[in-house]
C-alpha cells in the first residue's frame, strides 16, 4: 500500500501575509499515520520521523527538513520543483542535489517492526495555495512461509515426529538504495549455519520461532510467518537471497533452504513447501528437488496484515 506525503499550502490562520509573496510560500508537510491496531498486529505504514526534501529545476536543493513525527514546515519558492519525502530513517546529511539524494542508502537496522523505512518523489508545480501528495512506499519487501506439507516417501520417516523448529533469512542486504534498486555488498547470514548467530543478526525481521509445530504425516500445516528484508538484487545466482525453515525429524535437525527470485522492494513472497525426505544438515545449502518441492508466488504488498496470520 502506498502511503502518502501531503504537501499543503498553509491558511491565512497560518501563514501572515507578510510571510508569502508571489515567489516564497511556507508549505506545511505531513505524512498521514497509519490508525492504532489492535495487539499482535503490525503498523506497516506507521511514520515516526518525516524528511522532506524540495529540488529546484536545477536540481539543487533548495529547502530541506527533518522531525520526528508525521509533519513540519519549509519555506519554498514558488515553481516546478521535485519534491522527496523520506520515512524512518537516520537523517540523511550533506545532501545538495537531487542526483546525490537518488544514490543514497538506508542502513537494514533503521527498520523495525513498526518502523519501516519508506521514499518517494514526484515533480509538481508548487504556487501560493493548494496541496500537493507524493506516493511513499516501503523499502523492505515481505516474506512469508505460508504452508508447509509433510509428504515423506520413506517408511521410516512417515512414522517419525517432525516439527517446525523456526524460519529465519540468508543473504539479504545489508543496505539498500532509497530511491533506486542498489545494495551493499555485505549480506546479512551469508553462509551461516551457527544458530544462535543467525537469531542475533536476524532479529525480529529476519528470524521467528515456530514453536516446535508439530506436523502429521499427511498433513499441511498453515505457518502464515511474516518476515521482512532489503531485497537481494544480485545478478550472481550463488548469492541468492533464501528462506529457510528448521525442523526436527526424530531426534535430527534438518534445514530446506528455499532460493528466493531476484527482489523488489514493496512486494510479497509467499512460500509454500511439501517436504518429501529430510533436509539438509546445514542452512546453507539450497533444497534439492528430491527432498522438497516448492512454490513462491509474487504479489502486491496491499497494506497492514497480522504478524501471525494463516492464509
Given at each position: 500500500?502506498?502511503?502518502?506525503?501531503?504537501?499543503?499550502?498553509?491558511?491565512?490562520?497560518?501563514?501572515?501575509?507578510?510571510?508569502?509573496?508571489?515567489?516564497?510560500?511556507?508549505?506545511?508537510?505531513?505524512?498521514?499515520?497509519?490508525?492504532?491496531?489492535?495487539?499482535?498486529?503490525?503498523?506497516?505504514?506507521?511514520?515516526?520521523?518525516?524528511?522532506?526534501?524540495?529540488?529546484?529545476?536545477?536540481?539543487?536543493?533548495?529547502?530541506?527538513?527533518?522531525?520526528?513525527?508525521?509533519?513540519?514546515?519549509?519555506?519554498?519558492?514558488?515553481?516546478?520543483?521535485?519534491?522527496?519525502?523520506?520515512?524512518?530513517?537516520?537523517?540523511?546529511?550533506?545532501?545538495?542535489?537531487?542526483?546525490?539524494?537518488?544514490?543514497?542508502?538506508?542502513?537494514?537496522?533503521?527498520?523495525?517492526?513498526?518502523h519501516f523505512v519508506m521514499s518517494g518523489s514526484r515533480i509538481e508545480s508548487l504556487t501560493?495555495?493548494?496541496?500537493?501528495?507524493?506516493?511513499?512506499?516501503?523499502?523492505?519487501?515481505?516474506?512469508?512461509?505460508?504452508?508447509?506439507?509433510?509428504?515423506?516417501?520413506?517408511?521410516?520417516?512417515?512414522?517419525?515426529?517432525?516439527?517446525?523448529?523456526?524460519?529465519?533469512?540468508?543473504?539479504?542486504?545489508?543496505?539498500?538504495?532509497?530511491?533506486?534498486?542498489?545494495?551493499?555488498?555485505?549480506?546479512?547470514?551469508?553462509?551461516?549455519?551457527?544458530?544462535?548467530?543467525?537469531?542475533?543478526?536476524?532479529?525480529?525481521?529476519?528470524?521467528?520461532?515456530?514453536?516446535?509445530?508439530?506436523?502429521?504425516?499427511?498433513?499441511?500445516?498453515?505457518?502464515?510467518?511474516?518476515?521482512?528484508?532489503?531485497?537481494?538484487?544480485?545478478?550472481?545466482?550463488?548469492?541468492?537471497?533464501?528462506?529457510?525453515?528448521?525442523?526436527?525429524?526424530?531426534?535430527?535437525?534438518?534445514?530446506?533452504?528455499?532460493?528466493?527470485?531476484?527482489?523488489?522492494?514493496?512486494?510479497?513472497?509467499?512460500?509454500?513447501?511439501?517436504?518429501?525426505?529430510?533436509?539438509?544438515?546445514?542452512?546453507?545449502?539450497?533444497?534439492?528437488?528430491?527432498?522438497?518441492?516448492?512454490?513462491?508466488?509474487?504479489?502486491?504488498?496491499?497494506?497492514?496484515?497480522?504478524?501471525?496470520?494463516?492464509?
Amino acid at each position: 500500500m502506498l502511503a502518502a506525503v501531503a504537501c499543503c499550502a498553509c491558511s491565512k490562520g497560518v501563514v501572515g501575509s507578510s510571510e508569502v509573496n508571489d515567489d516564497v510560500v511556507e508549505l506545511s508537510f505531513r505524512v498521514p499515520v497509519t490508525a492504532s491496531k489492535v495487539s499482535g498486529m503490525v503498523a506497516e505504514d506507521a511514520v515516526e520521523s518525516l524528511q522532506v526534501f524540495v529540488f529546484g529545476e536545477d536540481g539543487q536543493v533548495q529547502s530541506s527538513g527533518v522531525a520526528e513525527g508525521n509533519s513540519l514546515t519549509l519555506t519554498c519558492s514558488t515553481g516546478e520543483k521535485e519534491i522527496a519525502a523520506v520515512v524512518n530513517t537516520t537523517a540523511l546529511e550533506g545532501v545538495n542535489n537531487l542526483n546525490d539524494l537518488m544514490g543514497r542508502m538506508a542502513d537494514f537496522g533503521d527498520n523495525a517492526l513498526e518502523h519501516f523505512v519508506m521514499s518517494g518523489s514526484r515533480i509538481e508545480s508548487l504556487t501560493a495555495s493548494g496541496s500537493v501528495e507524493i506516493p511513499v512506499s516501503r523499502r523492505v519487501c515481505k516474506v512469508a512461509l505460508m504452508s508447509v506439507t509433510r509428504a515423506f516417501e520413506l517408511e521410516q520417516h512417515k512414522t517419525m515426529d517432525f516439527e517446525l523448529l523456526s524460519v529465519f533469512l540468508t543473504n539479504v542486504p545489508e543496505q539498500s538504495g532509497l530511491f533506486q534498486s542498489l545494495q551493499s555488498d555485505a549480506l546479512i547470514n551469508e553462509g551461516e549455519s551457527d544458530m544462535e548467530v543467525i537469531k542475533v543478526s536476524g532479529g525480529d525481521l529476519l528470524y521467528d520461532d515456530l514453536d516446535a509445530l508439530s506436523v502429521a504425516q499427511g498433513q499441511t500445516a498453515d505457518v502464515g510467518n511474516f518476515l521482512y528484508c532489503y531485497p537481494n538484487i544480485l545478478s550472481d545466482t550463488t548469492r541468492p537471497a533464501y528462506l529457510v525453515l528448521q525442523t526436527r525429524l526424530g531426534d535430527g535437525v534438518y534445514y530446506y533452504s528455499v532460493g528466493l527470485p531476484q527482489m523488489e522492494a514493496n512486494k510479497c513472497y509467499n512460500v509454500s513447501l511439501t517436504v518429501t525426505m529430510p533436509g539438509t544438515l546445514t542452512p546453507d545449502v539450497p533444497v534439492k528437488k528430491e527432498d522438497a518441492m516448492f512454490s513462491v508466488a509474487v504479489a502486491d504488498w496491499a497494506g497492514n496484515i497480522d504478524v501471525d496470520e494463516t492464509i
